[in-house]
């Protein structure tokens, strides 16, 4: 069955790094476009990034952008959000999902599957 194991969270300090990684399995990796989204207690599930399964194009939310990076290894079958600059809004609990051949969509829906999510915690 299609696993998707989040890591690398953490707490970090305001203006600090982490890189979560995101490890794939049971599926032709290949051909999804992952995204990692996030949630905060008390809102909705956010998106933040995808990058296309075709790996020639990425998106992010205008929150994160200039920030973040995602990027992937289809080698390994491994998506990465290499966070910067962290601020204290967006500590979250963050997700990696994965959409079969999507387009890069910032909708929740549009993804099939699903980690169980890795915390970051940004500390002021």
């Known amino acids: 069955q299609v696993q998707l194991v989040e890591s690398g969270g953490g707490l970090v300090q305001a203006g600090g790094s982490l890189r979560l990684s995101c490890a794939a399995s049971?599926?032709?990796?290949?051909?999804?476009?992952m995204g990692w989204f996030r949630q905060a207690p008390g809102k909705e599930r956010e998106f933040v990034a995808a990058?296309?399964?075709?790996?020639?194009?990425?998106v992010y939310a205008d929150s994160v952008k200039g920030r973040f990076t995602i990027s992937r290894d289809n080698a390994k079958n491994m998506v990465y959000l290499q966070m910067n600059s962290l601020k204290p809004e967006d500590m979250a609990v963050y997700f990696c999902a994965a959409d079969y051949k999507g387009t890069g969509s910032g909708y929740v829906s549009a993804y099939g599957f699903w980690g169980q999510g890795t915390q970051v915690t940004v500390s002021s």
């Open positions: 990058i296309r399964w075709t790996g020639d194009s990425t």
């Open positions: 049971g599926l032709t990796f290949h051909m999804y476009t």
